[in-house]
DNA sequence: TGAAATGTTGGGGCG
DNA sequence: ACGCCCCAACATTTC
């Protein structure tokens, strides 16, 4: 019964398992699989210095690739680890372990296309092949466009069309039941060798994710509706750090999602819908990232190029400490240092913040995530960005300006986000937790919290900062000048 | 997936 | 009893 290895393709191939950390529903090992007799996964990882640096991305990374090594070997299969450049290190594993083909998951931000480009140069010239597969997304480029031909630049008809497609959702793929891998001594090195994995890792990656998933759709998907804009509660799905890096795939998430909402309540279905509806976000900016790749380096509307930031190393400073003064900013910013992960609503909050109140540009903000929230993902990092900027596709309305008292009052009422995260303010009634300074001495003094000593005075004043800004918007390629009187 | 400014309405206190 | 004012509550417009 066995099949003869004349059907296949390809005698070996590797695969590369980059923004892929899982084996089930893994598009690139699937195919692999299917033309391969023999297939290796390898993970390539930049600087072996680094991974021992202890941040909650790296933390997270670790924590999937060990994940990762036990589904594999669970499966036969051994995981290869390369460290260094994948522009190196990829055409390097295919020459040692004498594979026909690499197979990986498409990216679509420039930057790492062109250095696709150059791998698959590389292996062509030793003639192997790189085979890029659509994985991370349900739709990728041009599939779903409007009628005309052009791709959508506004999110509902975009999301309507989508679920209207005649294109079918993928489904996910099955595990395949077994991996055929040579063995890979002395041609990889060892995880338990690479600095930083020799601790034991905390619990992470696709079977995590998948127990997660689980749970979130076993019972607190049904109050996401109401739930999901609390930062002080646990409302959301927390799937975003293992979507960002594949160990639970979008096909998995939104067909789970799906078979959840067939037995659910009329409130229930409802929420159900508009977690679907975030996906679809993700999916949007996505779209808009392979179809404007002009996003990456600026605003999607370019008559917000000449807009005129500020330069302010020291309000900078202040928002990445989370000490600006303003509670909610601070404690959403000191949830993000201190975990690398930020609830979505005061993703919103701090991005209206940095570009509104202190108008610095938003593109320092999208650096700084980038760098530190463990989900960092270039397509939806930067299209929120754009749009809490008002210089992207859909935006908000550039005068649409956050109030941070007022979103902290709204969105956590009794303070329990605030205290959370920020310390010096637990002590403050709720009536005073988004404005300390409001507090008479006295307050101040049995709260053991004396704004301008405990905690600081805010760093600006919102509503002349909202002003400035009106101001700024109004004339993006003019100097801000005063109403003339 | 705002907020502030401005406009309108209606109830109650009061002379 | 009535008009007047105040102002809260809500609606609309503007940024």
């Not at 930057?111 to 698959?120: E, L």
């Not at 992207?392 to 205290?419: C, E, H, M």
């Amino acid at each position: 019964m066995r099949k003869t290895p004349v059907e296949k393709k390809y005698r070996r191939a590797v695969v590369w398992m980059r923004r892929a950390l899982r084996v089930r529903d893994n598009v690139a090992l699937w195919h692999a699989v299917q033309d391969a007799i023999e297939v290796i996964p390898v993970v390539c990882l930049r600087g072996g210095n680094a991974y021992q640096a202890e941040t909650p991305r790296r933390r997270y990374i670790r924590a999937a690739i060990a994940d990762l090594e036990g589904n594999l070997r669970r499966l036969g299969s051994g995981l290869a680890v390369r460290v260094g450049d994948p522009l190196r290190e990829i055409p390097a594993s295919a020459v040692e372990f004498e594979a026909d083909a690499v197979y990986a998951v498409n990216v679509y931000d420039p930057a790492t296309q062109r250095r696709d480009g150059k791998i698959a140069r590389a292996l062509q010239q030793e003639g192997r092949q790189l085979h890029l597969v659509k994985d991370c997304v349900l739709f990728e480029g041009k599939e779903i466009v409007a009628a005309s031909g052009e791709p959508y630049r506004v999110y509902t008809p975009y999301r309507n069309a989508l679920l209207g497609s005649a294109q079918e959702i993928p489904r996910p793929l099955p595990i395949p039941v077994h991996l055929a891998t040579p063995p890979l001594r002395g041609k990889t090195v060892p995880l338990d060798r690479i600095r930083g994995f020799e601790r034991t890792v905390e619990e992470g990656g696709e079977s995590a994710a998948l127990r997660r998933l689980r749970r979130f759709l076993a019972g607190p998907v049904a109050a996401y509706a109401q739930e999901r804009d609390l930062p002080g509660r646990d409302g959301t799905s927390r799937l975003s750090a293992p979507l960002s890096h594949g160990a639970i795939s979008v096909r998995t998430l939104y067909w789970h999602t799906v078979a959840a909402k067939e037995h659910a309540e009329k409130q229930a279905r409802k929420s159900i819908d508009l977690f679907i509806s975030e996906l679809i976000w993700r999916e949007f900016y996505y779209q808009i990232l392979a179809n404007y790749p002009h996003v990456v380096g600026g605003p999607f509307r370019k008559e917000f190029a000449s807009l005129r930031w500020r330069h302010s190393g020291r309000d900078f400073e202040a928002w990445t400490s989370g000490e600006t003064g303003y509670p909610i900013v601070d404690a959403a910013m000191r949830q993000l240092a201190g975990e690398g992960w930020m609830h979505n609503r005061a993703r919103m909050i701090v991005a209206s913040f940095l570009t509104k109140d202190l108008h610095l540009n938003w593109q320092e903000g999208e650096r700084h995530f980038a760098e530190v929230l463990i989900d960092a993902d270039i397509a939806s990092n930067n299209g929120g960005w754009q749009w809490t900027a008002g210089t992207g596709t859909d935006a908000s309305p550039w005068f649409r300006i956050f109030n941070p008292v007022l979103q902290g009052k709204k969105f956590d009422p009794d303070g329990s986000y605030v205290r959370a995260y920020v310390p010096e303010l637990r002590r403050v009634p709720a009536r005073f937790i988004h404005t300390p300074w409001e507090m008479s001495a006295d307050d101040q003094r049995s709260a053991r919290c004396v704004v301008g000593r405990n905690y600081p005075s805010p760093i600006v004043d919102h509503a002349v900062e909202r002003g400035v800004t009106l101001e700024l918007y109004r004339h993006p390629g003019g100097v801000a000048t005063k109403k003339p009187v």
